[in-house]
């Protein structure tokens, strides 16, 4: 029986990265190993990625980045934000190898820009204005990147106990581990989500 093969599309090839990304980490991704995880060979690839690795990742930070805003326009635009906030913070967590790719490569496409424009429609639905849009949603992302980067390093063990034998240094360190070690990483993240949107909200007090 002839053996058929998967068609090779843009959306395969970056699904194979992700996996071999995800698997291996970010240093072993080559051309030539993902062509290997394709079935084919690595020129092939150039085909949907004419640039070479550096248009392969770029389409990975796109991946992470073009989150759409899912809820419907007539929703609160504060619920709007919060629903996006959560979805980010899932993809991004989904592939903790690429936050050194998202935090150092800006990408400009298309759907990157429309999941934007989402927030910064949003914003304004909100009544903020001019440099407060920007404020926010730069505010908003970059909590959401920095809570996913905190939550991927917390979970790995720690080196030892700095803190044993210290409590009497540190009592506000030792009042707190316990709910450091203990509290679920969800309710931390609404938290700080809502803490975040609490400022955002006083940013149209004083529209530009």
């Given at each position: 029986?002839?053996?058929?093969?998967?068609?090779?599309?843009?959306?395969?090839?970056?699904?194979?990265?992700?996996?071999?990304?995800?698997?291996?980490?970010l240093?072993r991704?080559?051309?030539?190993?993902?062509?290997?995880?394709?079935?084919?060979e690595?020129?092939?690839i150039?085909?949907h990625?004419?640039?070479?690795k550096?248009?392969?990742?770029?389409?990975?930070?796109?991946?992470?980045?073009?989150?759409?805003?899912?809820?419907?326009?007539?929703?609160?635009?504060q619920?709007?934000?919060?629903?996006?906030?959560?979805?980010?913070?899932?993809?991004?967590?989904?592939?903790?190898?690429?936050?050194?790719?998202?935090?150092?490569?800006?990408?400009?496409?298309?759907?990157?820009l429309?999941?934007?424009?989402?927030?910064?429609?949003?914003?304004?639905?909100?009544?903020?204005?001019?440099?407060?849009?920007?404020?926010?949603?730069?505010?908003?992302?970059?909590?959401?990147?920095?809570?996913?980067?905190?939550?991927?390093?917390?979970?790995r063990?720690?080196?030892?106990?700095?803190?044993?034998?210290?409590?009497?240094?540190?009592?506000?360190?030792?009042?707190?581990r316990?709910?450091?070690?203990?509290r679920?990483?969800?309710?931390q993240?609404?938290?700080?989500?809502?803490?975040?949107?609490?400022?955002?909200?006083?940013?149209?007090?004083?529209?530009?």
């Amino acid at each position: 029986m002839k053996k058929t093969h998967t068609p090779l599309t843009r959306e395969r090839i970056l699904a194979a990265a992700l996996h071999l990304v995800d698997a291996q980490g970010l240093r072993r991704l080559t051309m030539r190993r993902l062509g290997d995880a394709l079935e084919v060979e690595a020129m092939a690839i150039y085909h949907h990625f004419p640039l070479g690795k550096e248009a392969l990742l770029d389409g990975l930070v796109e991946h992470l980045s073009a989150v759409p805003v899912t809820a419907a326009p007539e929703t609160d635009w504060q619920e709007r934000l919060r629903t996006w906030a959560r979805a980010y913070r899932d993809r991004v967590a989904a592939h903790p190898g690429l936050l050194p790719l998202l935090v150092s490569r800006p990408v400009r496409t298309p759907a990157t820009l429309a999941a934007t424009e989402a927030q910064y429609a949003a914003c304004h639905d909100g009544g903020l204005r001019g440099p407060a849009i920007l404020d926010a949603v730069r505010t908003l992302t970059g909590y959401v990147i920095g809570f996913v980067s905190l939550e991927i390093r917390d979970a790995r063990p720690a080196n030892g106990d700095a803190a044993e034998g210290l409590d009497a240094r540190y009592p506000h360190a030792t009042a707190l581990r316990s709910y450091a070690t203990g509290r679920d990483p969800d309710d931390q993240f609404e938290a700080g989500l809502t803490a975040v949107l609490t400022g955002i909200t006083a940013l149209a007090a004083h529209p530009v």
